[in-house]
């Protein structure tokens, strides 16, 4: 968000951050950490970091709900890793949205989470 103009502001924003927690990068299939950059993929000692910092200063950047004509439609969406769900839930609770939803991937794991404020 550093390189962003202060007046303007976003009616969603969309991430795939690094979620690996540091020390996993060593389990991962040798198909994803020969080829992947490992600073694309792993965010700190629980993988959170970046994840964070999304929840922390989006809704300084995000419209106001209002705007919006349908309650289902998201206003931050990040792809997370499948045990991070209750925490990033707990983030955005912090942050003050309120409209969380985690989805699943087709293994029926924690995935996505939406949230508005």
């Known amino acids: 968000f550093s390189n962003i103009p202060r007046h303007i502001a976003f009616d969603l924003i969309v991430s795939n951050p690094p979620y ?5 990068w060593k389990q991962l299939p040798i198909s ?21 910092q999304i929840i922390e200063e989006s809704p ?13 439609i998201p206003q ?3 792809e ?8 990033v839930s707990s983030l955005c609770k912090q942050a003050s949205f309120t409209r969380i939803n985690i ?4 293994a029926s ?3 996505i989470v939406y949230a508005a404020i």
Request: charged content about 35%; proline content about 4%.
């Open 20 to 24: 690996i927690a540091d020390d996993q």
């Open 76 to 78: 931050l969406v990040i």
């Open 103 to 106: 989805r699943k991937d087709f």
């Open 60 to 72: 300084r950047w995000l419209k106001n709900k209002n705007i919006h004509s349908s309650p289902q």
């Open 80 to 87: 997370i890793d499948k045990d991070q769900g209750p925490t």
């Open 32 to 52: 994803v950490s020969r080829w992947e950059d490992r600073l694309a993929l792993t965010a700190g000692v629980d993988g959170l970091s970046i994840i964070k």
């Open 109 to 111: 794991h924690d995935r």
